[in-house]
């Protein structure tokens, strides 16, 4: 089955940790993103890719890094340095025209 | 950057009714696709539709470019369309899609 994996579904973790989101495509696209939805909004990017190696920021990148070692992985962290970052996370997709593909996406909660 | 208005915020509908969904931007954009976020979630494509029309089913999308809107159509609709409806575009040259608030549609039996 082609498409984009996110694990895991659910994720808790204390304050002051770091977490490590996960996200695989094999879709051969090049490109890949991450978005942070919060509850009642729309999405916000927060890192992407579009080539292995390289990657840019978002509107909302601090707090977060990222890698692109391998073309189907794109995975993010959430460092502790994020002030508020219980938040649904989605990774997506995309190849030569652009239109973007979903995975299902991880709520991570922070307590 | 752009801005992506939608329109209605709200809409709670009989099954079996119509809508019409719309999304305004602040300036020209390439990319333009609406998705489906379905309760648990997950965001569906619904429409690649930089310009023109396109149907698909029930379904159909209209994007008049050089006024910079697009809308959304949903006819017959029935309690499995109910989610929010997000459209989302880049502008020229960039790949970075800039979502718009969406619109939750409630589709009531």
């Known amino acids: 089955d082609g498409g984009i994996t996110q694990s895991p579904k659910y994720l808790f973790r204390k304050e002051g940790q770091n977490v490590t989101l996960s996200c695989e495509q094999n879709l051969n696209h090049d490109a890949m993103y991450w978005y942070r939805q919060d509850p009642g909004q729309g999405l916000r990017l927060i890192y992407y890719?579009?080539?292995?190696?390289?990657?840019q920021k978002g509107d909302i990148a601090e707090g977060y890094s990222v890698s692109r070692e391998k073309k189907e992985s794109f995975p993010l962290t959430v460092t502790s340095a994020q002030k508020n970052p219980t938040a649904f996370y989605l990774c997506?997709?995309?190849?030569?025209?652009?239109?973007?593909?979903f995975g299902p996406g991880t709520r991570l909660t922070v307590t | 950057g752009i801005q992506v208005e939608q329109s209605p915020p709200d809409l709670i509908l009989q099954e079996g009714a119509n809508s019409t969904l719309r999304c305004n931007f602040s300036d020209s954009v390439n990319n333009l696709q609406w998705f489906h976020q379905n309760p648990w979630g997950q965001l569906i494509n619904l429409f690649y539709?930089?310009?023109g029309t396109k149907q698909n089913g029930r379904l159909s999308a209209t994007t008049v470019a050089t006024e910079r809107y697009s809308l959304l159509y949903i006819s017959s609709s029935q309690t499995t369309d109910s989610g929010v409806y997000f459209c989302a575009g880049a502008i020229q040259g960039a790949q970075k899609l800039v979502f718009g608030q969406g619109t939750r549609l409630t589709i009531n039996p």
């Open positions: 997506a997709s995309s190849g030569t025209g652009g239109q973007q593909y």
């Open positions: 890719s579009q080539i292995v190696n390289d990657f």
């Open positions: 539709i930089p310009s």
